[in-house]
């Protein structure tokens, strides 16, 4: 299996939503279907993928003790 990637930043859509995330390593943004389908395959190291029932499939970041590192707080910054 391949390195694990981290995500290290996010961008927000009009609504809010997370819309794009950065990875480690990378210049350019990955739109949130394609992290997704990376968390959902294992290739995410602090982030994994939430299907909900009737609603389309987002990314979260794993749990720990800082929000600066929620998808969220990265958008604001």
Known sequence: MSK???????RQNK????SH???DGNQ???PIEKAVEMA?????????AV?????????RTNPDSQSSNNL?????S
């Open 15 to 18: 609504d809010g939503n997370i």
């Open 51 to 59: 299907h909900p029932n009737g609603r389309d499939p987002y990314l």
């Open 40 to 48: 959902d395959q294992g290739k995410l190291e602090n982030a994994h």
């Open 21 to 23: 995330v950065l990875l």
């Open 4 to 10: 694990q990637r981290r995500v290290v930043d996010a």
């Open 28 to 30: 350019h943004y990955t």
């Open 72 to 76: 969220d707080s990265m958008a604001q």
